[in-house]
């Protein structure tokens, strides 16, 4: 999760400059991990809100005791569960996931909630590594291909509004709820 060359292999300022927020914004970094953009996106939308979702102890525990220590009080830390990210209903304009929806153990369930905590129009974007790819030096079970993403988030409401092909790794693929 956290290694030096990552900012630069991934591109992740990229990323974080292509995400479309506001100071005001509220984000929920889903499967936060160990902060990385947890915080970049706390200084980024100042304020803003995000929330650091995450369902590990140890990565819990450390989240709340970094976002003292940075003195960030935008970032709320919510532990989720495998079928539910526990965010309150309507209150986020942007899921982020990097790297998270192929682990997912229960992705319908999962977008059904993600979908409640959006906002009309809220937006879900992943950043997973290109299966399409084969220069992409990681575990066929660690990627996913675009086909893959579409068919099963449009088959849970969300309709990709932007596909980025402009990072290194991963594909951008912003999604918007459906609201019907």
């Known amino acids: ?9 991934e591109n992740t300022n990229l990323a974080l400059a ?7 914004s509220v984000v929920a970094d889903v499967g936060a991990g ?8 706390a200084k980024q939308i100042p304020k803003g809100r995000v929330y650091a979702v995450e369902i590990q102890d140890d990565a819990i525990a450390y989240l709340k005791k970094k976002a003292i220590d940075d003195r960030l009080a935008n970032v709320e830390v919510i532990k989720g ?11 986020i304009d942007l899921a982020f996931m990097v790297d998270v929806y192929h682990e997912l153990q229960y992705p319908q369930a999962y977008l ?3 979908s ?7 937006q879900l974007l992943l950043l997973e590594y290109k299966e399409e790819d084969p220069t ?11 086909t893959q993403v579409k068919k099963e988030l449009a088959a849970n409401g969300f309709k990709l509004v932007k596909n980025g092909k402009f990072l290194p790794l991963q594909h951008f693929l912003l999604f918007e709820k459906s609201n019907k």
């Not at 292509?18 to 005001?24: A, G």
């Not at 160990?34 to 996106?41: E, K, M, N, R, V």
């Not at 992409?136 to 990627?143: L, M």
């Open 1 to 9: 999760l956290e290694r030096n060359s990552r900012t630069e292999e």
């Open 81 to 91: 569960t495998a079928k539910e990210p526990n965010l309150p209903a309507n209150s």
């Open 136 to 146: 992409v030096a990681i575990k066929p079970e660690h990627k996913m291909s675009v």
């Open 34 to 41: 160990s902060g990385f953009y947890t915080f970049l996106l």
């Open 18 to 24: 292509s995400l479309p927020l506001k100071s005001n």
């Open 112 to 114: 059904a909630a993600l």
């Open 116 to 122: 409640k905590a959006l906002k009309p129009n809220g």
